[in-house]
């Protein structure tokens, strides 16, 4: 039994608590069923550690990283389908890592910009990822590689695996201990790269732990909200927060109260209307930031009449 | 002319100075340093000394080499040749984890994406390698309070700094250079876009922290007559070093041209504005 089965145990009987007070027809199953449950326990747990990364990766003005990393992990996944893999995640992970690693390199030694070499990721291993799965397809009629890879593009939260819910536990619980801890490093890194290093923060290794973190997180959301919506969770509700926040402090909570609504929104929606949960929260997350970003500027324009 | 600032001359501090130059350890030592970047040499052959508590101005017009010889001083550009010293130690040396604070141009001009108050900004400059896996303890709350209050910020420490003015943005930089209890600071360029009333409250602010806090300090500035009322020698850079003496017997504009080797003062390609001392 892996670490999110054991959590899982232990928040169930309080969901099932809850279950009755849930609106909708079909929205009180994810309170009630354990498959359902999986479901939402991953859903939350991975709102949470995506969105203390991106208020980070906001700051670092590294929104896209999420994207490029999602889509390199898409191609991590073929290669792991094509080799037979239970769990293509693995492979999903180690080309992440091995992606940020370099991303980082090529930035820090300013061989390329940011956008560029996450460009170069993004579409180099996503087309690997095609050319590789086309390959191994052939004629045969028996092995369809490319259907089963629609889960990890789209996502596919409502079928959560066991395994799928430890890995997304594992990597949330050990990524958000290192964010905490390594909180005001990071920080001090991305304001003042210099100036941190004077002071003797190991500025290399702290950016490439961080990488690796961001790597490990992404990957771990593909099962949630699938490798093209990754960055609706990862940066949408941190960019969201940053909109009405006036600290480093409240960003982070605000992300997470916006992250929360998101999920539990979506999720909602998504079992009424019977749409996609990955998507449906995506756009719930976009949503919200339409209506804080109109709020806001109505909001200001209203001040600005008062004080004329 | 700025010559309403409220600072003591440089002169009289001089005298006062010289009694403890005797005695005040060398700060930085820098010889026979030349940076060669893409082919180009930027500085060539310089030789420097600081005490501590000396405050001194690198001036020079653009591309003459100032950020350069700083950022080679701070250990982030590898020179061709030469040596550099902090108080006894190779730049970037671990013993210096603490006591060097740096005030970039961008450290006021932070990223617009970046919200932070000034109190989560100064508290910044109290990370370091021993403890940046530690919440601030009480003792780094007390300094960030400290650096705070002198840098005449305290009403605004919950204030998302994006929020402030130039100057006030320039103290939040300073005050995080403070906050590392940094002995010896360098800033690059801090008296850029702001109005002159916030550049003589500056450069009071700095006067303040090297006569009553013993900070050594090593500024880099456009701004001449800034550098004349505040520091105590002037260093004139122009890929060699031009000019290094006390501020009070810094050349005039005039004198600066045939050091330059530049026969007309109103030469086009130099900028020199006598009214406000700017080159």
């Not at chain 1, 992440?96 to 170069?120: M, Y």
Request: hydrophobic residues 50%.
């Amino acid at each position: 039994m892996g670490i999110g089965v054991i959590l899982l145990e232990l928040i169930s009987p309080l969901l099932e608590l809850l279950a009755p007070l849930m609106p909708g027809d079909t929205f009180p199953i994810f309170f009630k069923l354990k498959m359902a449950q999986r479901s939402l326990l991953a859903a939350i747990i991975a709102t949470i550690v995506a969105g203390f990364l991106g208020t980070f990766l906001i700051m670092k003005n590294q929104a896209l990283m999420g994207d490029g990393l999602a889509h390199v992990s898409f191609g991590g996944v073929a290669v792991g389908i094509i080799l037979g893999a239970t769990s293509p995640l693995w492979y999903a992970l180690l080309f992440a890592i091995i992606a940020s690693i370099c991303i980082n390199e090529l930035q820090t030694r300013e061989i390329l910009t940011g956008d560029a070499s996450i460009a170069i990721f993004l579409t180099g291993t996503l087309a690997l990822g095609l050319v590789l799965l086309k390959v191994a397809e052939g004629d045969s009629s028996q092995f369809q590689p490319l259907a089963q890879i629609h889960s990890y593009l789209f996502g596919d939260l409502l079928v959560m695996p066991e395994d799928g819910l430890d890995l997304i536990v594992l990597v949330s619980i050990i990524s958000l201990l290192i964010l905490a801890i390594m909180r005001n490093a990071i920080l001090a890194t991305t304001i003042d790269p210099l100036a941190a290093r004077i002071q003797g923060i190991p500025v290399r290794r702290v950016e490439l732990l961080f990488g690796i973190v961001t790597a490990a997180v992404v990957v771990s959301m593909v099962k949630v909200v699938g490798a093209l919506l990754v960055t609706a969770l990862l940066v949408t509700p941190a960019a969201t927060a940053r909109q009405i926040s006036s600290s480093f402090r409240s960003s982070l909570i605000l992300t997470q109260i916006i992250g929360f609504i998101s999920v539990i929104g979506g999720l909602y929606i998504a079992s009424e209307i019977n749409s996609a949960a990955g998507s449906t929260i995506a756009l719930v997350t976009a949503v919200i930031f339409g209506i804080v970003v109109m709020t806001k500027s109505i909001y200001n324009v209203a001040v600005k009449k008062t004080e004329n | 002319m700025a010559s309403n600032i409220e600072i003591s001359p440089p002169q009289d501090k001089h005298g006062e100075q010289n009694l403890d130059k005797k005695t005040s350890p060398i700060a930085l030592e820098v010889s026979n340093l030349s940076v060669v970047r893409s082919g180009k040499v930027i500085i060539h052959d310089i030789n420097l000394k600081m005490k501590s508590g000396e405050f001194v101005g690198i001036v020079g017009p653009n591309g003459s080499g100032k950020s350069t010889l700083v950022l080679s001083i701070l250990g982030f550009l590898k020179p061709q040749t030469g040596e550099i010293e902090i108080y006894g130690n190779a730049p970037l040396s671990k013993t210096l984890n603490g006591r060097i604070g740096w005030v970039s141009q961008a450290a006021s001009n932070l990223p617009k994406e970046v919200t932070i108050t000034v109190e989560e900004l100064v508290m910044l400059g109290t990370v370091n390698s021993s403890n940046m896996l530690f919440w601030p303890n009480s003792d780094r709350k007390k300094r960030v309070k400290e650096a705070i209050e002198k840098v005449g910020l305290k009403e605004h420490s919950t204030t998302d700094v994006s929020k402030l003015s130039g100057g006030q943005r320039q103290r939040a930089a300073i005050a995080k250079a403070l906050a590392s209890n940094a002995e010896f600071i360098f800033l690059d360029e801090p008296l850029v876009g702001v109005d002159r009333k916030t550049r003589n409250s500056l450069l009071k602010l700095l006067d303040d922290l090297c006569h009553n806090e013993n900070k050594t300090i090593l500024m880099i500035s456009h701004d001449l007559t800034a550098m004349r009322q505040t520091a105590h020698r002037i260093i004139y850079l122009e890929e060699e070093i031009k000019y290094d003496g006390p501020s009070s017997e810094f050349p005039n504009f005039a004198e600066l041209a045939a050091i330059r080797g530049i026969q007309q003062v109103h030469d086009a390609n130099i900028v020199i504005k006598e009214s406000d001392g700017v080159i």
